[in-house]
C-alpha cells in the first residue's frame, strides 16, 4: 500500500490522470462484462428498490438515467444495490446486491450485474461501501470494502481472479466503531476515507490502521437524515449528498489526513431526492463546467461566484431545448466559471438585467425593487448588508417569492445595522421544484442568478425607522370650511441619506390614508427646513441629480418629472392629484373618511432623490421638510382661483413661508379667516392661531366627514390656541364616535 501523501501541486494530478489510462490496459482477464471507456467525470447514483442508476452532472445537478434497473444475465432483479464504489484499475463499478442470494456484484457500461463469490461476510445488508485503488502503473490493487455498524468494516481483494472464490477479512475492533454512516468515500491521494454522519460530524477513517478520527461537526443547513451518497474528485474535493433534500454538500479535503485547519461544507448542488441513495465515481476524474448552458453569478472574490467556491450556478435548459425557459429579464447566457481567474477575465455578464432598484436601500428602511420574470416562478435573494464578501443565510432577504410573468414589485426590509457603502446582491429564479430551499451557493437545474452591486446608505430617518408622523390638510383656505382635517391625509417619513459622513440625497416614504374632499389637490414636498431660530436650510434645484430620482406609488414605478420646473427651491412633485391614487367603496363619497369606507385600504409611495455631490450635514435641511398641497389644474378650487393658475394656491404646515409659486395676492382676499403675517412670518393661521395643515407625531385616527377637530379632539383648540404650551397630547383623547376607525 502508498504511503499518505497530500495532494499539493498540479504533478500529482496529471500523475493520477495517467493513472487512469494506464489502468484501462491492465484490466483483469477474469472481468465478467464490459469495462467503462474511460474513467468517468459523471457521478453514479443508485436509488430504489430495482436499482435504478443515475449518472449526475456535480456541476449543474443535471440527472440522466443510465439504467432504469440494473439487471443479472441470468435473473431479473427486483431487490436494491448498495455500498457501490468505482474501481479505477478495472474500470468497472462494484456493489452489493440484496437480491438473493444476497452477494458483491461487478457493474459494466452495460448496467448488467455479474455476482462475485465473497466468503466470510455476515449475513447482512450492507449500504455503505468504496473501492481503494492504491499502488502505481502495473503494481496497483484494488479492494473493496464494506461497512455496517453492527459487523464493522471488511474488505474484498479484487486483484485475483474474480471467478475463484474470494475471501472478505474484518477490520480488527471495526465492529466497535457504531458509526451511524450512510457512505464513505477514499480519498484520490491519501486513501483515508471520509463519511458524515446525518448530524454533520464528518469522520476520518485509516484503513492500514484501522482506526476512526472524528474531525469536525460541518454545517449541513437544514439537511437531516442520511448522507446516502459520497464522492471524491481529482482534487481532493469530497461530495456527499443527503437522500431527503437532494443537496450536495462539498468539503475542501485537498489537504489529507487533515491537520491544521477546520473543513468547511458548502452547498454545492441538488441533485435528485430519494429515501434511498447510494454514490460512486472514479476518485481521480476532474469536476468541470462542460455545459455551455450553466449560468453563473458575477460577484467578485472572496464571494463564492465560481465552481471551485462552490458558486452559484443554473443549468438554465435542462432538456437542451432552450423552450419554456425561467429566468430574470430579456435574456440568460451560459459562462464557464471553472476558477477564480475565470471570473476575473470576464467578470460582468450582460444577460443580468432583471432586477431594477427603484427607491435607495438605507439601513432601517423599506426599499422597492422590480423584478422581471420571464415567466411564473420563484424568487431567493441574499445581500451582504455587513459588506464582508459572503452572502450568510441570515442576509436572505427573499425567500422562495413566487414571481408572476413580467414586472413584479417587491418590498425589502433592510436592517438598521447596514453599513454603507459598496456591496452585493444576488438573487435567483427556479421553477419551484426544489426539494428544500436553496442556498446562495451552489447549482440549481433551471432558472438564473443574478449578481449586483449596489450602493447601501447610512440615514437619518424623521420620526424613525418604523414611526411615521400624521400630515393633516384642510383644502378650504383662506376659508375655515368644516375645518375637519381630512381633505388630505397621510402618513409620512422623511430619511436623509448619508455617506461618509455628507448627505447624499433623501428618500420620502408616505402612506396616503384619507380623501375627503371635494376638491383636487396635489401633494408635494420642498427640501427646505425652518428652524425654531427663523434660520431656513434648504435643497436648491441644481443640486439635485434629476434624471436619478425614482418614484413608486401603490408598488408601481412612476415615470415622468418630478423635480418642479423653472424653481430655485427643490420642490418634488409626488401627486399631481390625490384622487388618481384611490378608488372608493360602493356606497361612499370619499376615501377613508365615512364611517365604514375602505376601512383597510391606504396608498403607499416612495421616492429617492439623489444629489449631484455630497453636501454637509449642517447645511442640510431635515426633519420634516416642507410638505404642503396645491390645487390641481383643471378643477374648480373656489371662486377666488377662477381664472387664476391653479398652482398659485397651496397650504402648508402652519409659519412656514409658501414656495416662489405661491400667489401672494391670495393672503388678502375679503372676507378671509387667514391672518398670515409675512412681515412676522406668520402663514397659514387664524386669528387665534389656528392651522390649516397638521403634523401629528404618531398614525392618527382624523375626523369623520363633516365633524369639526374641536369636536372630535376637544383639547385641540387649547393646544393650538396657545402655540402648542398647552394640551400637547391632545391626539390621545378623543370622541370614539367621531374619528376613523383603525385599519389593520
Given at each position: 500500500?502508498?504511503?499518505?501523501?497530500?495532494?499539493?501541486?498540479?504533478?500529482?494530478?496529471?500523475?493520477?490522470?495517467?493513472?487512469?489510462?494506464?489502468?484501462?490496459?491492465?484490466?483483469?482477464?477474469?472481468?465478467?462484462?464490459?469495462?467503462?471507456?474511460?474513467?468517468?467525470s459523471?457521478?453514479?447514483?443508485?436509488?430504489?428498490?430495482?436499482?435504478?442508476?443515475?449518472?449526475?452532472?456535480?456541476?449543474?445537478?443535471?440527472?440522466?438515467?443510465?439504467?432504469?434497473?440494473?439487471?443479472?444475465?441470468?435473473?431479473?432483479?427486483?431487490e436494491?444495490?448498495?455500498?457501490?464504489?468505482?474501481?479505477y484499475?478495472?474500470?468497472?463499478?462494484?456493489?452489493?446486491?440484496?437480491?438473493?442470494?444476497?452477494?458483491?456484484?461487478?457493474?459494466?457500461?452495460?448496467?448488467?450485474?455479474?455476482?462475485?463469490?465473497?466468503?466470510?461476510?455476515?449475513?447482512?445488508?450492507?449500504?455503505?461501501?468504496?473501492?481503494?485503488?492504491?499502488?502505481?502503473d502495473g503494481?496497483?490493487?484494488?479492494?473493496y470494502?464494506?461497512?455496517?455498524?453492527?459487523?464493522?468494516?471488511?474488505?474484498?481483494n479484487?486483484?485475483?481472479?474474480?471467478?475463484?472464490t474470494?475471501?472478505?477479512?474484518?477490520?480488527?475492533?471495526s465492529?466497535?466503531w457504531?458509526?451511524?454512516?450512510?457512505?464513505?468515500?477514499?480519498?484520490?491521494?491519501?486513501?483515508?476515507?471520509?463519511?458524515?454522519?446525518?448530524?454533520?460530524?464528518?469522520?476520518?477513517?485509516?484503513?492500514?490502521t484501522?482506526?476512526?478520527?472524528?474531525i469536525?461537526?460541518?454545517?449541513?443547513?437544514?439537511?437531516?437524515?442520511?448522507?446516502g451518497?459520497?464522492?471524491?474528485?481529482?482534487?481532493?474535493?469530497?461530495?456527499?449528498?443527503?437522500?431527503?433534500?437532494?443537496?450536495?454538500?462539498?468539503?475542501?479535503?485537498?489537504v489529507?489526513?487533515?491537520?491544521?485547519?477546520?473543513?468547511?461544507?458548502?452547498?454545492?448542488?441538488?441533485?435528485?431526492?430519494?429515501?434511498?441513495?447510494?454514490?460512486?465515481?472514479?476518485?481521480?476524474?476532474e469536476?468541470?463546467?462542460?455545459d455551455?448552458?450553466?449560468?453563473?453569478?458575477?460577484?467578485?472574490?472572496?464571494?463564492?461566484?465560481?465552481?471551485?467556491?462552490?458558486?452559484?450556478?443554473?443549468?438554465f435548459a435542462?432538456?437542451?431545448?432552450?423552450?419554456?425557459?425561467?429566468y430574470?429579464?430579456?435574456?440568460?447566457?451560459?459562462?464557464?466559471?471553472?476558477?477564480?481567474?475565470?471570473?476575473?477575465?470576464?467578470?460582468?455578464?450582460?444577460?443580468?438585467?432583471?432586477?431594477?432598484?427603484?427607491?435607495?436601500i438605507?439601513?432601517?428602511?423599506?426599499?422597492?425593487?422590480?423584478?422581471?420574470?420571464?415567466?411564473?416562478?420563484?424568487?431567493?435573494?441574499?445581500?451582504?448588508?455587513?459588506?464582508n464578501?459572503?452572502?450568510?443565510?441570515?442576509?436572505?432577504?427573499?425567500?422562495?417569492?413566487?414571481?408572476?410573468?413580467?414586472?413584479?414589485?417587491?418590498?425589502?426590509?433592510?436592517?438598521?445595522?447596514?453599513?454603507?457603502?459598496?456591496?452585493?446582491?444576488?438573487?435567483?429564479?427556479t421553477?419551484?421544484?426544489?426539494?428544500?430551499?436553496?442556498?446562495?451557493?451552489?447549482?440549481v437545474?433551471?432558472?438564473?442568478?443574478?449578481?449586483?452591486?449596489?450602493?447601501?446608505?447610512?440615514?437619518?430617518?424623521?420620526?424613525?425607522?418604523?414611526?411615521?408622523?400624521?400630515?393633516?390638510?384642510?383644502?378650504?383656505?383662506?376659508?375655515?370650511?368644516?375645518?375637519?382635517?381630512?381633505?388630505?391625509?397621510?402618513?409620512?417619513?422623511?430619511t436623509?441619506?448619508?455617506?461618509?459622513?455628507?448627505?447624499?440625497?433623501?428618500?420620502?416614504d408616505?402612506?396616503?390614508?384619507?380623501?375627503?374632499?371635494?376638491?383636487?389637490?396635489?401633494?408635494?414636498?420642498?427640501?427646505?427646513?425652518?428652524?425654531?431660530?427663523?434660520?431656513?436650510?434648504?435643497?436648491?434645484?441644481?443640486?439635485?441629480?434629476?434624471?436619478?430620482?425614482?418614484?413608486?406609488?401603490?408598488?408601481?414605478?412612476?415615470?415622468?418629472?418630478?423635480?418642479?420646473?423653472?424653481?430655485?427651491?427643490?420642490?418634488?412633485?409626488?401627486?399631481?392629484?390625490?384622487?388618481?391614487?384611490?378608488?372608493?367603496?360602493?356606497?361612499?363619497?370619499?376615501?377613508?373618511?365615512?364611517?365604514?369606507?375602505?376601512?383597510?385600504?391606504?396608498?403607499?409611495?416612495?421616492?429617492?432623490?439623489?444629489?449631484?455631490?455630497?453636501?454637509?450635514?449642517?447645511?442640510?435641511?431635515?426633519?420634516?421638510?416642507?410638505?404642503?398641497?396645491?390645487?390641481?389644474?383643471?378643477?374648480?378650487?373656489?371662486?377666488?382661483?377662477?381664472?387664476?393658475?391653479?398652482?398659485?394656491?397651496?397650504?402648508?404646515i402652519?409659519?412656514?413661508?409658501?414656495?416662489e409659486?405661491?400667489?401672494?395676492?391670495?393672503?388678502?382676499l375679503d372676507g378671509?379667516?387667514?391672518?398670515?403675517?409675512?412681515?412676522?412670518?406668520?402663514?397659514?393661521?387664524?386669528?387665534n392661531?389656528?392651522?390649516?395643515?397638521?403634523?401629528?407625531?404618531?398614525?392618527?385616527?382624523?375626523?369623520?366627514?363633516?365633524?369639526?377637530?374641536?369636536?372630535?379632539?376637544?383639547?385641540f383648540?387649547?393646544?393650538?390656541?396657545?402655540?402648542?404650551?398647552?394640551?400637547?397630547?391632545?391626539?390621545?383623547?378623543?370622541?370614539?364616535?367621531?374619528?376613523?376607525?383603525?385599519?389593520?
Amino acid at each position: 500500500m502508498q504511503p499518505y501523501h497530500y495532494l499539493t501541486n498540479e504533478g500529482n494530478m496529471m500523475k493520477l490522470i495517467q493513472l487512469a489510462k494506464v489502468c484501462i490496459a491492465l484490466i483483469p482477464c477474469t472481468a465478467f462484462g464490459q469495462a467503462f471507456d474511460e474513467c468517468p467525470s459523471q457521478a453514479f447514483l443508485m436509488q430504489n428498490s430495482n436499482a435504478q442508476l443515475y449518472g449526475i452532472d456535480l456541476v449543474s445537478a443535471k440527472p440522466t438515467v443510465l439504467a432504469s434497473s440494473l439487471t443479472f444475465e441470468d435473473e431479473a432483479n427486483g431487490e436494491s444495490v448498495n455500498a457501490v464504489g468505482f474501481n479505477y484499475k478495472d474500470q468497472y463499478m462494484y456493489g452489493f446486491s440484496r437480491q438473493s442470494p444476497k452477494s458483491v456484484v461487478q457493474i459494466g457500461s452495460d448496467y448488467e450485474m455479474k455476482r462475485l463469490t465473497v466468503e466470510g461476510l455476515p449475513d447482512t445488508n450492507f449500504y455503505v461501501g468504496d473501492i481503494q485503488v492504491t499502488g502505481e502503473d502495473g503494481n496497483q490493487s484494488a479492494t473493496y470494502y464494506v461497512y455496517t455498524p453492527s459487523f464493522g468494516l471488511y474488505s474484498v481483494n479484487l486483484d485475483g481472479d474474480l471467478n475463484e472464490t474470494i475471501t472478505a477479512k474484518l477490520a480488527n475492533g471495526s465492529n466497535s466503531w457504531k458509526l451511524g454512516i450512510f457512505d464513505f468515500a477514499f480519498h484520490p491521494t491519501s486513501n483515508l476515507l471520509y463519511a458524515v454522519e446525518s448530524n454533520g460530524d464528518l469522520h476520518e477513517v485509516n484503513v492500514t490502521t484501522n482506526t476512526t478520527k472524528f474531525i469536525t461537526q460541518l454545517d449541513i443547513g437544514d439537511d437531516s437524515g442520511a448522507f446516502g451518497a459520497a464522492y471524491f474528485d481529482i482534487n481532493g474535493q469530497f461530495y456527499f449528498s443527503n437522500n431527503s433534500s437532494g443537496k450536495i454538500h462539498k468539503v475542501d479535503l485537498s489537504v489529507s489526513p487533515v491537520v491544521g485547519y477546520t473543513p468547511v461544507a458548502n452547498v454545492f448542488t441538488s441533485g435528485p431526492k430519494s429515501s434511498q441513495n447510494d454514490g460512486a465515481r472514479c476518485a481521480i476524474a476532474e469536476v468541470k463546467v462542460t455545459d455551455s448552458s450553466i449560468d453563473f453569478g458575477d460577484a467578485p472574490s472572496p464571494y463564492n461566484t465560481s465552481l471551485e467556491k462552490s458558486g452559484a450556478r443554473h443549468l438554465f435548459a435542462p432538456d437542451n431545448t432552450n423552450a419554456n425557459l425561467i429566468y430574470l429579464g430579456a435574456t440568460v447566457d451560459g459562462e464557464n466559471i471553472n476558477f477564480e481567474t475565470d471570473l476575473e477575465d470576464s467578470p460582468i455578464d450582460s444577460s443580468d438585467d432583471g432586477v431594477s432598484f427603484v427607491t435607495a436601500i438605507s439601513a432601517g428602511q423599506d426599499s422597492q425593487i422590480i423584478v422581471n420574470a420571464s415567466a411564473e416562478g420563484y424568487l431567493y435573494a441574499w445581500f451582504d448588508w455587513d459588506q464582508n464578501g459572503a452572502f450568510t443565510e441570515d442576509e436572505r432577504t427573499v425567500t422562495k417569492l413566487q414571481l408572476n410573468a413580467g414586472d413584479n414589485s417587491i418590498v425589502i426590509s433592510v436592517p438598521e445595522n447596514t453599513k454603507s457603502g459598496e456591496t452585493w446582491a444576488r438573487f435567483r429564479v427556479t421553477d419551484g421544484s426544489e426539494a428544500s430551499l436553496i442556498t446562495a451557493t451552489g447549482g440549481v437545474l433551471g432558472g438564473e442568478v443574478e449578481d449586483y452591486q449596489i450602493t447601501t446608505y447610512a440615514s437619518a430617518v424623521y420620526p424613525g425607522e418604523s414611526d411615521w408622523v400624521t400630515l393633516a390638510f384642510e383644502d378650504k383656505w383662506p376659508y375655515a370650511g368644516d375645518y375637519d382635517f381630512n381633505d388630505v391625509v397621510l402618513n409620512y417619513r422623511t430619511t436623509q441619506l448619508i455617506e461618509g459622513g455628507a448627505i447624499i440625497g433623501y428618500k420620502i416614504d408616505g402612506q396616503l390614508v384619507g380623501i375627503g374632499a371635494t376638491y383636487h389637490n396635489g401633494f408635494a414636498v420642498r427640501l427646505q427646513e425652518t428652524l425654531n431660530s427663523g434660520e431656513t436650510k434648504s435643497i436648491l434645484r441644481s443640486e439635485v441629480d434629476e434624471q436619478k430620482i425614482s418614484l413608486v406609488i401603490d408598488g408601481q414605478v412612476q415615470s415622468g418629472d418630478f423635480l418642479e420646473a423653472d424653481r430655485n427651491d427643490a420642490i418634488l412633485i409626488f401627486m399631481q392629484d390625490t384622487w388618481d391614487y384611490v378608488s372608493t367603496d360602493s356606497g361612499c363619497s370619499y376615501f377613508r373618511t365615512e364611517s365604514g369606507c375602505n376601512k383597510n385600504s391606504l396608498v403607499p409611495f416612495s421616492m429617492t432623490i439623489p444629489l449631484n455631490t455630497a453636501k454637509s450635514v449642517s447645511t442640510s435641511p431635515g426633519t420634516l421638510l416642507d410638505p404642503f398641497i396645491f390645487a390641481s389644474e383643471g378643477f374648480y378650487h373656489g371662486d377666488f382661483l377662477i381664472d387664476q393658475e391653479a398652482r398659485g394656491w397651496e397650504v402648508h404646515i402652519k409659519n412656514q413661508v409658501p414656495t416662489e409659486a405661491f400667489n401672494s395676492s391670495f393672503l388678502a382676499l375679503d372676507g378671509s379667516d387667514d391672518k398670515s403675517e409675512s412681515g412676522d412670518g406668520l402663514y397659514f393661521l387664524t386669528e387665534n392661531g389656528l392651522p390649516w395643515a397638521l403634523e401629528i407625531g404618531m398614525q392618527w385616527q382624523h375626523p369623520l366627514e363633516g365633524i369639526d377637530i374641536t369636536q372630535a379632539y376637544e383639547s385641540f383648540a387649547e393646544f393650538a390656541e396657545s402655540s402648542g404650551k398647552q394640551s400637547s397630547q391632545w391626539f390621545n383623547k378623543f370622541n370614539a364616535n367621531s374619528v376613523v376607525e383603525k385599519g389593520e
